[in-house]
């Protein structure tokens, strides 16, 4: 069944008009009609039944019916990474979604290719991925920062997080050591750092591994491409320290 995404209080009984968009994408694109019905979430009120109440085919409400989920914790897992352009940011923001992370912050680096980072767009790949994948919490898109802006107040911003660095130059080639040393030590709240195609420089290495709340961490004995990085990164922090387990 087809899930909308809204931005609207859901409530047993009510009738929330869709907005054109919604409307053309429900009755033409999908071509629903009068009395079909779609799953609907607004990430805080659980996933609902409603039933499509069409007229014509440019105008539509939606009348819930009932909960069908719960509303779901947020994931806590944050994704940093330096942005790419255009498809391809497209692609990595929806695989961090699909992924489980919880909240997504673009870093500017000093090899970052593209420092202009269109949210909005961002907002909606997030939005478009939860709606493919039965995310009930979408996560959060954070305004980009430079990398050492964001590192010089972590501390305080993100009191008990760490934040797992994905070094390509990291002397060995498993990660999976480093993280089974934090699993026995228990499990804090995580950060993951994608750096740029161009890699980090050897001054931001350099600061990243100087301060105690960063962990290094490699991904194999090949360089990734960053969306590749991503995915490979997240699947295996998932899997051993996150919702996988």
């Known amino acids: 069944m087809q899930r909308l995404f809204l931005r609207h209080i ?19 694109v999908l071509r629903l009609k009068d009395g079909d019905f779609v799953l609907v979430f607004n990430g805080s009120d659980g996933e609902w039944l409603a039933r499509i109440v069409s007229n014509g085919r440019r105008d539509c409400a939606l009348q819930l019916m009932e909960r069908m989920r719960d509303q779901t914790e947020p994931n806590d897992l944050m994704y ?38 269109n949210l909005e767009r961002m907002e909606a790949n997030v939005i478009e991925a939860a709606e493919q994948c039965g995310v009930l919490c979408v996560p959060e898109v954070l305004a980009p920062q430079p990398l050492s802006d964001v590192l010089a107040v972590w501390p305080e911003a993100q009191p008990g997080r760490r934040l797992l660095f994905c070094d390509e130059a990291e002397g060995t080639q498993n990660p999976l050591l480093a993280l089974a040393q934090m699993k026995e030590k228990g499990t804090p709240p995580l950060a993951v750092l994608i750096g740029p195609e161009g890699g980090f420089s050897e001054e931001e290495r350099a600061e990243l591994r100087a301060l105690d709340f960063v962990t290094p961490i490699p991904l194999g004995p090949r360089i990734l491409r960053a969306d590749t990085a991503a995915v490979a990164a997240l699947t295996i922090i998932q899997a051993t320290l996150g919702d996988w387990r």
Do not use: W
């Not at 919604?22 to 033409?28: F, G, I, S």
């Open 10 to 28: 859901l409530a047993d009984g009510a009738r929330i008009e869709a907005d054109r968009g919604q409307a053309n994408y429900l009755l033409n």
């Open 80 to 117: 940093m990474f330096a942005p790419l352009k255009h498809a391809r940011l497209d692609y990595m923001v929806q695989k961090a979604v699909e992924m489980g992370a919880g909240s997504l912050k673009p870093v500017i680096t000093r090899h970052t290719q593209s420092t202009r980072v």
